[in-house]
């Protein structure tokens, strides 16, 4: 026995861009239904992103969930960069006029799941097997099995792919309509999050003969620290020691101020720049990670994420409120407007504070000169500082 049921946007995945887009909708007035493969538990558990641009913060001003952000977030005003030990800070709201915040991603993603109950909206969980048919026709559906074995059929006037890089969404989309460019790196970020006061107030990013390190922060008292990995290894090759040796070496002078302990969270990232063209097929529309990835790097994953949200809840509440497919025709393109200027940003830092094992002294020495030129630069700290908070929306 099927279960049919409906609503006017059927969202693949219960991440931040499935769970930002159903709340963004509600406000105006458009039901949608979230279908998610893993469990509640899980999506909470996650820790990813944490800082955050302004365009994200926006993002959950309009959709009503900002009030313990505001009241629990950490501004910051600069970046610091530092290269073989030397430091320098990029003052980024003097630059730009603007800030980012840190705020974690399992704390938005908690705010977006409270919002989303506190509605009555239910979210279907641990639903492994989503199929997504009719694409191209103006009834697409969704089928999916509950836990209590429930087989459901969910008609909808439009598809919202926001089930991540490995989701089912953009596996649905015939492979002669994508095109795909990818850049691996190779190597990973091997993180730690720990409950040690950060180091420094601003984030750092060092580039060091022996590797990347990056120290971030989750609150006053929880750090976020990585260190460069190399490709295969796992958490198992670095042990707390090895971690802490490394991690405070790559920050020169600064390391001697770390206060280290024992790590709450150790997790090994592979770093990837990938884009997925175009982020519409029929009535199938993609946001976030289903459609790009970029590296960690300049921590633009989530807000791009949430940068493609807010186009799409836009460009569905138009169609909605006017009945003309124009604003969901202009989507991807204007999507993928920003998306590639933010893949950009990523893969720039990513080259400029990364150690590649198949560089030779000329492009080591071009790093060196990337980096003096911007310590040098008003015009280079600006590039750096406007791309940081995030660009215009
Ligand atoms: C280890 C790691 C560290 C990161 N660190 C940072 C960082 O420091 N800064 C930063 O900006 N970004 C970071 N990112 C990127 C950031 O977390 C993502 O850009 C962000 O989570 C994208 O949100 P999303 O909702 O688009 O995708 P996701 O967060 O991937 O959410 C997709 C959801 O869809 C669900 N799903 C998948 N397949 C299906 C299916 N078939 N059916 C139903 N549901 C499905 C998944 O379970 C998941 O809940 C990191 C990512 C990873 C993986």
């Not at 409906?6 to 709340?23: C, E, K, N, Y």
């Not at 009503?64 to 505001?70: I, P, S, V, Y």
Request: charged residues 25%; contains cysteine; glycine residues 8%.
């Amino acid at each position: 026995m099927v279960k049919s049921i409906d609503a006017t946007v059927a969202i693949i995945g219960a991440g931040p861009s499935g769970l930002l887009l159903s709340q963004l909708l509600h406000q105006s007035g458009i039901s949608s239904v979230i279908v998610e493969r893993t469990s509640k538990k899980r999506v909470l558990e996650r820790i990813r992103a944490g800082i955050l641009e302004r365009g994200t913060v926006e993002g959950m001003e309009e959709a009503g969930c900002a009030e313990r952000l505001h009241a629990e977030c950490i501004p910051h005003d600069g970046v610091i960069l530092s290269f073989d030990g030397e430091q320098f800070e990029i003052p980024v709201k003097a630059i730009t006029g603007h800030q980012v915040i840190v705020y974690g991603q399992t704390e938005i993603t908690k705010d977006l799941i409270d919002a989303c109950e506190a509605r009555g909206q239910r979210i279907y969980w641990d639903c492994a097997d989503a199929e997504l048919a009719g694409l191209d026709s103006n009834a697409p559906q969704v089928g999916f099995t509950t836990p209590d074995g429930e087989t459901i059929s969910l008609s909808a006037d439009i598809i919202a792919g926001c089930d991540g890089f490995h989701g089912i969404s953009r596996q649905s989309i015939p492979a002669a309509r994508l095109r795909e460019f990818e850049r691996t790196y190779p190597f990973g970020w091997l993180g730690i999050l720990v409950d040690q006061p950060p180091v420094a107030h601003n984030v750092i990013y060092a580039n060091h003969q022996d590797g990347f390190a990056l120290a971030s922060m989750r609150s006053e008292t929880r750090s976020r620290y990585y260190v460069q990995s190399a490709p295969g290894e796992s958490v198992d090759d670095w042990s707390t020691e090895r971690f802490w040796e490394a991690f405070t070496h790559r920050l020169g002078d600064l390391g001697k101020q770390v206060k280290t302990g024992e790590p709450i969270e150790k997790s090994i990232a592979p770093l990837r720049s990938y884009v997925s063209e175009p982020m519409r097929h029929g009535r199938l529309f993609m946001a976030g990670d289903s459609a790009h990835i970029v590296p960690p790097t300049g921590a633009k994953g989530l807000n791009l994420a949430f940068a493609d949200v807010r186009r799409l809840s836009r460009a569905i509440a138009q169609w909605h409120a006017s009945g003309s497919e124009e604003p969901l025709e202009g989507y991807s393109i204007e999507a993928l407007a920003r998306v590639w200027k933010v893949e950009r940003f990523s893969w720039y830092l990513t080259s400029m504070m990364h150690q590649f094992p198949e560089h030779s002294g000329f492009e080591k020495n071009m790093q060196r000169a990337e980096f003096d030129y911007i310590r040098a630069s008003e015009a280079g700290q600006t590039m750096i500082a406007e791309n940081y908070v995030g660009l215009p929306f």
